[in-house]
């Protein structure tokens, strides 16, 4: 088995999809217009409008709701990359660049609705090793 993607459904589809764009730099890849990839080496981001739900069988996810999950990218230089992105996050900023108890420096902000997200880079050895086996 292998973990392909997550997808967040959202009132606001173009908002959510520039705000990704800004913050990762990766053009997003429109299939239509509710529906829209971030394709990484390690998981594709996939964003829906709530119109997308019609497909399911209707109201089974609601967008802006999410309490529990935190979508995370792995970047080279926290430091460096929230320089670069701290005008676009400033204002839903939650943590600052911290080094984190398991080796992980780590960025964390909301977006536009609200998911937590979450931008770190190993910075001990042990948590290098961990992420790249």
């Known amino acids: 088995m292998n973990f392909a993607s997550i997808r967040l459904i959202t ?5 959510l999809v520039c705000f990704y764009e800004q913050v990762t730099g990766i053009a997003p890849t ?4 509710d529906f829209a990839e971030f394709v ?4 594709t981001l996939a964003i829906g409008s709530t119109r997308t739900l019609m497909l399911f069988g209707g109201d ?16 080279n230089d926290v430091d460096e990359t929230f320089g670069i992105i701290e005008d676009i996050v400033k204002s839903t900023l939650v943590q600052e660049p911290t080094t984190m108890p398991w080796g992980n420096r780590s960025l964390l902000f909301r977006d536009p609705d609200g998911n937590l997200v979450n931008f770190f880079a190993p910075v001990t050895a042990e948590a290098t090793r961990k992420l790249d086996g």
Request: charged fraction near 30%; hydrophobic fraction near 40%; glycine fraction near 4%.
């Open 60 to 75: 089974i996810a609601r967008p802006a709701a999410n309490q529990s999950a935190i979508i995370e990218f792995r970047v």
């Open 30 to 33: 429109w299939y239509t217009e």
């Open 40 to 43: 990484t080496p390690g998981c």
């Open 11 to 15: 009132d606001d589809i173009k908002r």
